[in-house]
Every structure is written in structure tokens, then in C-alpha cells.
């Protein structure tokens, strides 16, 4: 399977506790990602790299949360100190970014986080 | 801030019906896309619109766009019943941002 995958798909946590997300982009792909889901509503935007360079963040990216894209490869996603408002579907994408824009985004399956 | 608003946010159909969902947005761009999620599922891409007047259409979904009137529609001829899901439009300036989504029920 050449898709996006995220791991793991499902992680059950208590309140405080730090948690790390994995993201594996489609292999060709420079742009990766991170959006955040919640029950009933579309995806919110996190952050986004382009090989390893993080180029933007959403105000919705506490302090709490960082991630990272050491080799311009995978990703991951760390909240730190959790709380019971984390909880979520934590949604990867990557693209392969073209100069005038337009390239669609490829969604992996989620992590979804409950905090407990 | 850039705001997508879908309509209508559920919608129930019988199959063989045709039917329309709206997309307003409220940016100036003319990149937007339509997306499918299944229950408990990922998107999956279904249409990207790149310009004024652009129209896409895949089996029984119709997607246009009008960058003038900031506004994109997604119609569906004769449903079946496995076009059942939600359906997300999503404007790009720098990153997506997504419409809260429409849940489409097909009924036998």
C-alpha cells in the first residue's frame, strides 16, 4: 500500500500523560500535513511542513503540542500533558507541492485520542 | 478569517432523486476541493476545482465552481444509496479550510 498511514489508529490515555503520533507520508510527497477532528465537524488545520521545514502553524497548536519532520520523510505529532478537550481524530495529509498550487491532498486513516 | 459554510448539514434522500449541496466561502480564492468521509473513515479526494467555471464530474456527482459568487455546488443525480456519507468542501489559501460538512442519507 502506497497510501498515507498514520499509527497508531487508536490511543486511549489519561488525563497529563504525553502522547506521540506517527504520520509516513506517500513517498514522493514534500508536503505533509497535520489536522485535528472532531465529532460532528470538518478538519481543523494543525500545521504544515514542506520537506523538514515547519512553514506554518494554526493557533489551535498550543504549546502543548509539537511536531516534527526530521529527514523531510515521516512525522510525528507530540501533545504533552493531555487533556480531556484532546480528544480527537488526529488527521495526516501530504502532497506533492506544485508551483501554482491546486495539488490535492492525500489523508491518511487518523489516530483518534481519547483522553480520559 | 477565512469561513466555509455548507448547506444544508444533513440531508436525507430517497434513491433515484437528484439533489444539490451548496459550498459559500468567504476568500477570494479559486482552489477548492470536495472530499468523502465514511463513518469512522479518512477523506477521500472525490473533485479539485482550480478555476472559474470549472465543472468535474465522476458517476452521479457533478461538482462546479464560481469563484464570482464564491460559491461551489455538488450535485448528485440519481442516488443510490451508496453515496451515503459525509461530504466536506474545502477552500485552499495557504492550508484547507474545510466546511463543517454535509451527511448525506440515501433511503431505499
Known amino acids: 500500500d502506497t497510501g498515507v498511514s498514520q499509527d497508531p489508529r487508536h490511543k486511549i490515555t489519561k488525563r497529563g500523560q504525553n502522547v506521540t503520533f506517527r504520520c509516513d507520508p506517500i513517498?514522493?510527497?514534500?508536503?505533509l500535513y497535520w489536522y485535528r477532528q472532531t465529532l460532528g465537524q470538518g478538519p481543523e488545520f494543525l500545521t504544515y511542513?514542506?520537506?523538514?521545514?515547519?512553514?506554518?502553524k494554526s493557533r489551535l497548536l498550543s504549546d502543548r503540542f509539537s511536531a516534527e519532520r526530521p529527514k523531510g520523510s515521516f512525522s510525528t505529532l507530540e501533545i504533552q500533558r493531555t487533556e480531556q478537550g484532546d480528544s480527537a481524530m488526529y488527521l495526516c495529509?501530504?502532497?506533492?507541492?506544485?508551483?501554482?498550487?491546486?495539488?490535492?491532498?492525500?489523508f491518511g486513516p487518523g489516530t483518534r485520542l481519547l483522553v480520559l | 478569517e477565512l469561513k466555509v459554510e455548507q448547506n444544508p448539514l444533513f440531508l436525507s434522500m430517497q434513491e433515484g432523486k437528484n439533489y444539490t449541496i451548496y459550498c459559500n466561502y468567504s476568500?477570494?480564492?479559486?482552489?477548492l476541493y470536495w472530499y468523502r468521509q465514511d463513518p469512522g473513515k479518512s477523506l477521500e479526494s472525490l473533485f479539485v476545482?482550480?478555476?472559474?467555471?470549472a465543472v468535474k464530474q465522476e458517476g452521479r456527482l457533478m461538482a462546479s465552481l464560481d469563484t464570482k459568487a464564491r460559491l461551489s455546488t455538488l450535485h448528485i443525480t440519481a442516488a443510490v444509496h451508496d453515496l451515503s456519507a459525509t461530504y466536506f468542501c474545502?477552500?485552499?489559501?495557504?492550508?484547507?479550510?474545510f466546511g463543517e460538512g454535509t451527511q448525506l442519507t440515501v433511503n431505499p
Open positions: 476568500t477570494t480564492s479559486d482552489r
Open positions: 474545502a477552500v485552499v489559501e495557504t492550508r484547507l479550510t
Open positions: 495529509a501530504s502532497s506533492l507541492g506544485l508551483a501554482g498550487g491546486g495539488e490535492t491532498q492525500y
Open positions: 513517498s514522493e510527497h514534500n508536503r
Open positions: 511542513f514542506q520537506n523538514e521545514a515547519q512553514l506554518e
Open positions: 476545482l482550480l478555476s472559474n467555471g
